[in-house]
């Protein structure tokens, strides 16, 4: 049975929205695996992934499963009283990481908003009020609550709202000596994502983070890793700090973590933990029955050697793909990233251009992203079929001939 609905169009938008996005001009309708159809019937290749969430693709068989054999039982009961695929996700986490303790909630912002506030705490309560300093990245990206767009090094997305959160500081990615020069004994935490991702696909050196490592330790520091992008799969391990041999002290984890549905989790140690002691922090949704038992789901699929190994290879497929269309048509200047998460740098000639590029690719039947205005991002399904990726990268090329021949 289904539900007679009134009819809506992509004009809608523009009268009943906030008018804070501008999304394309086609309404998805369907998907299945990497395969996504429109209103009009029409079919495109999702390389796109919900920007770096659709871990298993649409409509994944074992998600829908997950989902909808929850749907039958419990929703959600509040945290007032705990449920049963929360802590069954939570132990899962625990059991894959070096965390001991798990705090859910809904969103990438919520999952670096809890790990914030609780650097903050773990530092006043051990030293007292004048430990509060945050170190992170410049270019980096950390959600859009006030809280983390501050921490976020991206003034376009924290100025003109009022005073800025004091007692933040940015430095340049991957620069070693700036972070040196920046870390003080008042600083609480760096903040630090493994790969930058909104920023343009920027995976940190391995002696950066080690450098990190070492001046959290050195000025009891926490060491903050925001793998809400990076996360549950995305870089080939199932946490980018895995693949650097880097261990970080918190971490949060969203976009992958539900496969598409919204969950997002801080995960911590015991002793930092017990700093968010009854009533410090929570969230009425957060460890919501559903979105546990999908991401319970998801990461009994994603942390398997099948998975993971399969987005190493893909990852090669990709690049070497990438990199020849970017060298037959002069678009890009390289090509980067872990995993399934790959930047195409635009080269000096199409610098400034990646939505043109976006435009062109879904011309094709194409989806794809830009990560900022001059890469353009591959966040694929990381169980896309060969034949998807081959006939995915053809209808790219395509877009870039066409597009380059004008
Ligand atoms: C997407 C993203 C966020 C924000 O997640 P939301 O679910 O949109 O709040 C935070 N950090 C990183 C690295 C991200 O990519």
């Not at 309560?125 to 921490?151: C, M, P, Q, W």
């Not at 920023?199 to 990190?212: E, F, I, K, S, W």
């Amino acid at each position: 049975m289904s539900v007679q609905h009134d009819a809506v169009q992509r004009t809608d938008f523009d009268q009943v929205m906030v008018p804070n996005y501008a999304p394309a001009a086609f309404i998805p309708v369907r998907g299945e695996g990497s395969r996504v159809w429109d209103q009009s019937g029409r079919e495109l290749i999702d390389f796109a992934g919900g920007i770096a969430v659709n871990v298993l693709g649409h409509a994944h068989p074992a998600l829908v499963q997950a989902l909808t054999e929850q749907a039958g039982k419990l929703w959600h009961v509040s945290n007032v009283y705990t449920n049963e695929p929360a802590l069954r996700l939570a132990k899962k986490l625990v059991d894959a990481t070096f965390a001991d303790r798990v705090f859910f909630c809904n969103s990438g912002a919520e999952a670096n908003e809890a790990a914030f506030k609780l650097a903050r705490r773990v530092a006043f309560d051990k030293f007292g009020e004048d430990k509060y300093e945050i170190i992170a990245a410049t270019n980096s990206f950390h959600g859009r609550t006030l809280f983390t767009v501050n921490v976020g090094g991206q003034p376009k997305y924290s100025d003109g709202f009022g005073p800025k959160i004091q007692g933040i500081t940015h430095v340049p990615y991957n620069d070693i000596e700036a972070l040196k020069a920046a870390v003080s004994d008042k600083t609480c935490a760096i903040v630090l994502e493994p790969v930058q991702g909104e920023g343009g696909v920027l995976p940190a050196d391995l002696a950066y983070l080690q450098a990190a490592r070492e001046l959290c330790d050195k000025h009891n520091a926490l060491l903050v890793f925001d793998e809400v992008q990076s996360g549950m799969g995305r870089c080939g391990e199932l946490f980018a700090y895995m693949h650097y041999g880097v261990t970080p002290d918190v971490l949060s984890s969203a976009k992958s973590l539900g496969g598409g549905f919204p969950i997002a989790a801080m995960l911590t140690r015991d002793e930092f933990a017990k700093h968010l002691a009854v009533g410090t922090h929570g969230t009425t949704y957060g460890g919501n029955a559903l979105a546990c038992a999908v991401g319970e789901a998801v990461i009994d699929i994603v942390n398997t050697p099948a998975v993971l190994d399969g987005v190493k290879a893909r990852h090669q497929i990709f690049k070497a793909r990438l990199q020849q269309i970017g060298e037959q048509y002069g678009l890009f200047s390289g090509v980067r990233g872990l995993g399934l998460l790959i930047g195409a740098v635009l080269s000096d000639a199409w610098k400034g251009k990646a939505k043109e590029v976006l435009d062109a690719a879904v011309a094709e039947g194409l989806m794809v992203l830009q990560a900022g205005p001059d890469v353009v991002r591959f966040a694929p399904s990381l169980v896309v079929s060969e034949a998807d990726i081959e006939e995915g990268l053809e209808r790219f090329e395509r877009s870039v001939a066409k597009l380059t021949r004008v």
